[in-house]
Nanobody, 116 residues
Framework: QLVQSGGGSVQPGGSLRLSCLAS????????LSWFRQSPGTEREFVIG????????HYTDSVSGRFTVSRDDAKTTGYLDIKNVKPEDTAVYYC???????????WGQGTQVTVSS
């Protein structure tokens, strides 16, 4: 399973970190990604990193502001957000996906609200 922490309310221009703790599977064999969902919209891919952590993919709207990282020794993934914008308000989900089998685990979601 994946258990998320972090998030909450933050003012525009601020920063925050989301964490995603994995258990029950071999975390270092899974690709780590983050998604988000705003009210009335579908869940969208935000950013993800390959197991080698040298290849990161992200949606254009978060370029230069979102960073994904992982600590396999702690079986934990992270999403760091800087210079947050009101449009970043959403429920954020982490996902671990096995490259070969396609097996997926999802975090429970954590709310991020950006407002002044």
């Amino acid at each position: 399973q994946l258990v998320q922490s972090g998030g909450g309310s933050v003012q525009p221009g601020g920063s925050l970190r989301l964490s995603c703790l994995a258990s029950g599977f071999t975390f270092n064999s899974y690709v780590l990604s983050w998604f988000r969902q705003s009210p009335g919209t579908e869940r969208e891919f935000v950013i993800g990193m390959a197991i080698s952590d040298t290849n990161t993919h992200y949606t254009d709207s978060v370029s230069g502001r979102f960073t994904v990282s992982r600590d396999d020794a702690k079986t934990t993934g992270y999403l760091d957000i800087k210079n947050v914008k009101p449009e970043d308000t959403a429920v954020y989900y982490c996902q671990a996906r096995h490259l070969d089998s396609g097996a997926r685990y999802w975090g429970q979601g954590t709310q991020v609200t950006v407002s002044s």
